[in-house]
């Protein structure tokens, strides 16, 4: 009988006072039980005849960022444990999953306290409804949730207590209104071109999808990760040409940062176009082999206000011009390391990194680096 049940998936927004951050991000059994009654209360106001479906919700509260990951990992979990419990039959029924003994029943379902600290958390919910009413449910909860859906009193009330924070909302929300509101909120923040990809990969993954950074640089979403062309490579044809072209490529590898940091929260994949995907928290971008004529390549660091080490290239000193070898783009904010200690070992180079203090372009605009004088 279980199959014949349709998921409809929301969340419980939990907008906090200025400074406040709850006690914990997770309940224990019986509050997220307490908390699950309280909330089917208030649904039953809000969408009269919800009683037909089944009531589910995970006691933890969430980032925006952990919920809307490629294939909803916390509502999948949270809709495959809902449809283990046998005592609760198709005809309705309150589910709810907390700590026993300090640890949640799935991993999926743990908060990670690297996203902790934002204005609004998420507690996850859905209903789990009959087929023959989960379209019309879907559609009032469309319509009733984002008109009418504060939470009630005694729900707001035993929240704040239970985990030691004052709210200044507590609202119902569909799975799409979240994803609504995250759009609004990226492209208020100039990240629309990134929304563009997320949406991709959270709605339409098996479909391909294009979009143009704001200053220009590509973004492709294919099979399941976003790929880029290598920034310098794509600055010396796209962007040198530009008023003060040092500036508007550190200001392309502050965008690129933002994306990739946004990208890792979500779950999606960044990587160079033709090169495998990137987990590292950096992207290493070759342009040439070595010359065995030359001297050791050495590692030069381009610098930028705002952005520390923006980029490291690897080249070997040749008289009236460098010889690039690679470029390398930090963009987690503890990569630098290890992007170091790889770019050390695959061109055999030492560690030392000579700082420029600046982002050294050469004539044509590529990403560059000192040459010895031909004098």
């Keep these: 009988m279980n199959e014949s049940l349709i998921a409809c998936p929301a969340v419980l927004a939990l907008e906090l006072a200025a400074g406040e951050v709850p006690a914990r991000l997770e309940l224990t059994r019986d509050e997220a039980q307490t908390l699950a009654t309280l909330v089917a209360d208030d649904l039953r106001t809000l969408l009269p005849g919800v009683e037909a479906s089944r009531f589910a919700l995970a006691g933890a509260l969430f980032d925006g960022v952990e919920l809307l990951r490629p294939g909803f990992p916390v509502f999948a979990t949270l809709e495959e444990l809902a449809r283990r419990i046998p005592r609760v039959t198709t005809a309705g029924g309150v589910v709810a999953f907390g700590t026993h003994e300090g640890h949640m029943p799935a991993q999926p379902l743990v908060p990670d306290t690297r996203y902790a600290g934002g204005p609004m958390r998420l507690v996850p919910w859905m209903l789990l409804a009959p087929e023959n009413l989960a379209a019309e449910l879907t559609s009032r909860m469309e319509v009733e949730l984002v008109g009418r859906g504060e939470a009630g009193a005694a729900t707001a009330d035993f929240l704040m207590r239970t985990l030691g924070m004052r709210l200044e909302h507590a609202r119902y929300l569909s799975r799409d209104d979240l994803l609504a509101l995250t759009c609004v909120q990226y492209e208020h923040v100039n990240l629309a071109p990134l929304w563009t990809m997320l949406e991709a990969a959270l709605l339409t993954p098996y479909k391909d999808e294009t979009a143009l950074g704001s200053r220009g ?108 070898l690679a470029h390398g783009y930090p963009l987690a904010p503890d990569a630098l390391a290890p992007l170091l200690d790889t770019l050390a070992g695959r061109y055999a180079t030492e560690h030392e990194v000579h700082a420029l203090g600046r982002v050294l372009l050469d004539a044509d605009g590529v990403l560059s680096a000192p040459a010895p004088s031909l004098h």
Excluded: C
Aim: cysteine-free; glycine content about 10%; proline content about 11%.
């Design 217 to 324: 640089l590509p973004l492709h979403y294919a099979e399941g990760r976003v790929g880029i062309p290598g920034p310098a490579t794509w600055f010396a044809r796209a962007g040198a040409q530009r008023e003060n072209p040092a500036h508007e490529f550190a200001g392309t590898l502050f965008e690129l940062r933002q994306y990739a940091a946004l990208l890792a929260a979500h779950h999606v994949p960044l990587h160079l176009e033709g090169q495998p995907a990137q987990t590292a928290g950096y992207l290493v971008e070759a342009v040439a082999d070595a010359d065995p004529d030359l001297p050791a390549p050495a590692i030069y660091a381009h610098e930028a206000p705002g952005l520390g080490m923006a980029a490291l290239t690897v080249a070997q000193p040749s008289p009236g011009k460098a010889r690039v």
